[in-house]
């Protein structure tokens, strides 16, 4: 399982939910939460501005943590919900998820991925770079980015609230 929300959320999830592993992503302005010492967290200090810009030299850094994201994902102890979430949990939250869906599963299941995706986060817009960033590291050719392409992005339903997503790696 993973769940997706904001950073008002985390620690009130972590309480309920007791997930294994925690990713944050936030711009180097935001505190990450404070977790207990159990818990596995990523930080990634990464703005809106460097997720969205991938031809800008700033951009050039969502596409270096691709890499450590999805290694953190290969490690993560599956029977315990993985937490990511960003500021909103709208944009950069949804996209690491996405990413490590596709990462974790066999090439060609992206579009169905993309749908589990939008069915239980309605109202995201995943970010379309780090999607683009991570389609390329993972050697997809256009398909995660054509299957994100496709969401309906328009529904604001469950803005900042929590979200899961059920997920199981592949064996």
Same mark, same amino acid.
């Given at each position: 399982?993973?769940?997706?929300? %904001? /950073? ?8 309920? #939910?007791? $997930? &294994?592993?925690?990713?944050? !992503?936030?711009d180097k302005s935001c505190d990450a939460p404070t977790l207990p010492e159990d818990i596995r967290h990523l930080k990634l200090a990464l ?33 315990? %919900? /993985? ?8 944009? #950069?939250? $949804? &996209?690491?998820?996405?990413? !490590? ?67 199981? $790696? &592949?064996?």
């Amino acid at each position: 399982m993973i769940i997706v929300c %904001p /950073l008002n959320k985390v620690q009130d999830i972590v309480a309920e #939910r007791a $997930p &294994a592993s925690v990713i944050s !992503i936030l711009d180097k302005s935001c505190d990450a939460p404070t977790l207990p010492e159990d818990i596995r967290h990523l930080k990634l200090a990464l703005s809106m501005a460097e997720a969205i810009c991938p031809s800008s030299s700033a951009g050039k850094k969502s596409s270096a943590y691709i890499d450590t994201l999805i290694d953190f994902a290969r490690a993560h102890d599956w029977s315990r %919900p /993985l937490l990511i979430h960003c500021q909103l949990g709208q944009c #950069r939250s $949804p &996209a690491a998820a996405y990413i !490590i869906m596709c990462a974790l599963s066999a090439p060609g299941s992206e579009q169905e991925k993309a749908n589990i995706l939008g069915h239980h986060l309605t109202g995201i817009d995943p970010c379309l770079s780090l999607v683009m960033n991570g389609d390329d590291f993972l050697a997809r050719n256009g398909a995660m980015i054509d299957a994100i392409a496709g969401m309906d992005c328009t529904h604001q339903a469950n803005c900042g609230q929590m979200r899961e997503i059920p997920f199981t $790696p &592949a064996a």
